[in-house]
């Protein structure tokens, strides 16, 4: 339970037996109760209200397996997605709040994120292709029916997959040869 609050004295407000007290700032949930003499007032909880708002996002790239690249992790605070298309990205969100429900919308597509490792953590898998290329959404929602979003600055960036280039370095050159020379080759291969 949250701390009560400290004793503190009240101001007379009007006639009779009212009194007043005002809490400057309420930065948590705290629970009271009223005494005065030998009465006491049944105890009455005050809850902090906070929208949700994105701590974190851990992205984890399982990269197509032509690429030949290993599963990478990475960690930001503006959720920017950036891979080669068909990459599958899992992405967990930690937030600042427990989360009753977290949804990301990315070209259309709307993807109810699972619960993670803790109650402000949730998880989902999207697929990198060139129509959820752009900004997305992420719509957050609390345990105490606060909404929140994500940054501004969550972006899906499609790497297109472009085709090898290869170049001979001697073409056009003329080499007299007999039947059983050696013919050298030589060639530059370039691949994103």
Do not use: C
Request: proline share 7%.
């Amino acid at each position: 339970p949250a701390p009560a609050i400290p004793t503190a004295s009240w101001a007379r407000s009007g006639g009779g037996g009212r009194f007043t007290y005002t809490l400057m700032s309420v930065d948590r949930d705290l629970y009271y109760h009223v005494s005065g003499g030998d009465a006491r007032s049944p105890g009455y909880a005050v809850r902090v209200l906070r929208r949700p708002a994105v701590q974190s996002f851990r992205i984890r790239y399982n990269y197509p397996a032509y690429t030949g690249k290993q599963p990478l992790t990475i960690t930001n605070t503006t959720g920017e997605i950036e891979a080669p298309v068909g990459t599958e990205a899992l992405v967990t969100v930690a937030a600042t709040e427990p989360l009753q429900s977290a949804v990301l919308t990315a070209g259309g597509e709307k993807i109810l994120l699972g619960r993670g490792q803790g109650d402000n953590v949730r998880q989902g898998r999207l697929l990198v292709t060139k129509q959820k290329e752009g900004k997305y959404e992420l719509d957050l929602i609390s345990t105490r029916e606060q909404t929140g979003s994500g940054p501004p600055t969550m972006v899906v960036r499609a790497q297109p997959d472009r085709a090898p280039v290869v170049q001979a370095l001697h073409a056009g050159e003329n080499l007299r040869l007999a039947a059983r020379d050696l013919l050298p080759l030589a060639y530059d291969a370039m691949d994103d």
